[in-house]
């Protein structure tokens, strides 16, 4: 069983299931990031999140997303994965109940979010906004969420 990030990764680049993977984020990158979040009255990336920026800067695979600090797009398909603060936008005009969560990512049915409010990452059903599933760091979310589709 895949138990941790580093298993996952190695799982997918060595079965070849194509994932889309972006550089290592830089200091600056998410000083940046964290900057145009806070522009926007949003909550700063939680430490979690940034260490996995450090490590990679985005990752789309199967119809999950998780945001890298610019919008990247993968040269050879033409995919386009969204940005931190770009999806916030979007995520923040839609429920102002949610102002509390940090939108860090998606799948086709679920959205990923850092509380705030209770520091916790969670997974939310993606119409109905309801708290599916709940993480204590971010590692844990990744794995609960990219382990059961490989």
């Known amino acids: ?3 941790n990030f580093d298993d996952i990764l190695d799982c997918l680049t060595s079965a070849e299931a194509d994932p889309m993977i972006v550089r290592p984020a830089t200091d600056e990158d998410i000083a940046f990031c964290n900057e145009d979040l806070k522009d926007m009255e949003f909550p700063s990336l939680p430490e ?3 260490d996995f920026l450090k490590m990679l800067n985005g990752f789309a695979w199967n119809g999950i997303e998780f945001y890298s600090t610019d919008q990247v797009t993968d040269e050879e398909t033409g995919y386009i994965l969204s940005d931190i603060v770009s999806a916030n936008v979007n995520f923040g005009q839609q429920n ?3 102002a509390h ?3 860090l990512g998606r ?3 679920d959205v990923y979010v850092y509380n705030t409010a209770n520091e ?5 059903d993606r119409t109905g906004r309801d708290v ?4 204590d760091n971010f590692e844990t979310l990744f794995t609960g969420v990219v382990a ?3």
């Open 1 to 3: 069983m895949l138990k």
């Open 101 to 103: 969560c940090l939108q």
């Open 132 to 135: 599916m599933e709940e993480y």
């Open 120 to 124: 916790h990452y969670e997974v939310l």
């Open 48 to 50: 979690g999140y940034v």
């Open 96 to 98: 102002d109940d949610l």
């Open 148 to 150: 059961p589709r490989i």
């Open 107 to 109: 799948s086709d049915e």
